[in-house]
């Protein structure tokens, strides 16, 4: 018998009987749903939680610290561990590194009009500043003087120097604009101080040097990103400027020998590994700390949190099979029924020579449609409750304390939900049609 003659057959054998079979499909609908809408809130959980690590920072960068920046002449062997451009070229080199950016720090007076603000200038390379979102300019082309990329919150450390009062005082954002007026920046704050101190002691007041904006970073000031609070310039522009102020006495913030004198070389606090893939970040965290480097990275925290949400989303799949296991009974029971009440056809087909596979495949065909039926709206009502949480519930919110969608249902799911309700479906009918293969023609005949 031909597979389009058994499938017309099973149809139409569902068909006879509407309502048991429209009862036996809500079982499996509700089944189906239950799995998938319980398997997509774990997706979405999993997701929120990756995206929330996201806004802290990219989660294939490794943070590195030095055990010895500070050491100076009681460290030791401090200068085996110190931040380099020598040491950066080894961490390039390790497997599945795609770069390194130095962290140069140095605090620095920013200055325009009547406002002011002391705080930490930051250099890095161009892989760094090219990673961050600006919401004005763009960064600096290569070689270009020193330029500025502020934070969407720096603004909030500026004051007014004659009140003494900024934005946490009158509530009001300083009147500081970035991209159409140079700032004043002061970097020998140690001379700026002094300067002001009056006496006899004073010593005169350092150069302030007027450096034009490259970019702000976007998002307003309630706006939470790794780059809000911090103001960020090219690396290399900052060590030709501050090499040209100190000439060759210590930096400020720069380690300094057993003599208090300057090393040649500049040494970074910190320094960004950029992996190639998150899965490859742990490795390579773990051979930086073994050179001897603090390694601090995103994929710390995923890891621990990733086993929470993977028993998370284990027990609502588990909550949700229970309902598909019940519709499968449900199947079962609606199969043996069948057979019991056509079992003289049954006989009767046997008796015209009918292959016993194509008994078997008959009700398997009944029973995968089942699944098939309850699979398919299953799915359509699946997606409409996962619409529902998403966009009118806010569930995102309440539960992560973020925006984005709690329920995520990707291809892969709705394919494999609809395969799984056949194969269900297949399963629950399978030892039915065994029993219909067994029927004695005779018997089957006889029966009324």
Not at 72 to 80: L, N, P, T, V, Y
Request: hydrophobic fraction near 40%; charge should be negative.
């Amino acid at each position: 018998m031909r597979f389009l003659d058994l499938l017309v057959m099973s149809v139409n054998n569902l068909r006879r009987r509407k309502l048991r079979t429209a009862l036996t499909v809500l079982g499996v609908i509700i089944g189906v749903a239950s799995v998938v809408i319980m398997v997509s809130l774990g997706i979405g959980l999993n997701a929120l939680m990756l995206e929330q690590y996201a806004s802290y920072g990219d989660m294939t960068t490794i943070d590195i610290y030095s055990n010895n920046y500070f050491g100076g002449s009681d460290s030791g062997d401090a200068e085996s561990t110190f931040l380099t451009d020598e040491v950066l070229k080894n961490f390039e080199r390790l497997d599945h590194v795609k770069g390194v950016s130095p962290m140069l720090n140095t605090y620095v007076i920013l200055k325009q009009g009547v406002y002011e603000t002391s705080m930490q200038l930051t250099g890095v390379s161009r892989q760094y500043l090219e990673q961050i979102p600006l919401g004005e300019g763009e960064v600096p082309e290569e070689g270009s003087e020193l330029k500025l990329i502020y934070g969407n919150w720096i603004i909030q450390r500026f004051y007014n120097s004659k009140t003494g009062e900024g934005y946490w005082e009158t509530g009001e954002l300083p009147d500081i604009d970035y991209m159409n007026k140079p700032m004043f920046v002061i970097f020998d704050t140690d001379a700026y101080y002094q300067s002001r101190g009056g006496g006899e002691s004073q010593v005169k007041p350092p150069k302030k040097y007027m450096i034009n904006a490259a970019g702000v970073v976007e998002g307003g000031v309630d706006d939470y990103n790794s780059y809000a609070y911090s103001v960020y310039t090219e690396i290399d522009a900052l060590k030709t400027l501050l090499k040209q102020i100190y000439k060759k006495k210590p930096i400020p913030g720069q380690p300094t020998n057993k003599k208090g004198k300057a090393y040649p070389y500049f040494i970074y606090d910190r320094a960004m590994v950029f992996v190639d893939d998150m899965a490859n970040v742990t490795d390579v965290q773990q051979m930086i700390t073994d050179m001897g480097y603090e390694a601090n990275s995103q994929m710390q925290w995923i890891e621990q949190s990733q086993q929470t949400y993977d028993v998370i989303q284990l027990v609502l799949g588990g909550i949700g099979a229970i309902s598909l296991f019940v519709a499968a009974i449900g199947i079962a029971n609606t199969m043996m029924m069948s057979i019991y009440e056509r079992t003289k056809e049954i006989g009767v087909i046997k008796v015209l020579g009918c292959d016993m596979g194509n008994i078997r495949n008959m009700f398997l065909m009944e029973s995968g449609f089942i699944g098939f039926m309850g699979g398919v709206v299953g799915l359509i009502i699946s997606y409409t409750v996962s619409y529902v949480m998403n966009n009118y519930l806010g569930i995102g919110q309440i539960m992560m304390g973020i925006e984005g969608d709690i329920s995520r249902i990707p291809l892969w799911l709705s394919a494999s939900a609809v395969v799984f309700a056949i194969l269900v479906g297949m399963v629950a009918g399978f030892f039915p049609s065994l029993r219909a293969m067994r029927l004695s023609p005779l018997a089957a005949i006889r029966n009324e």
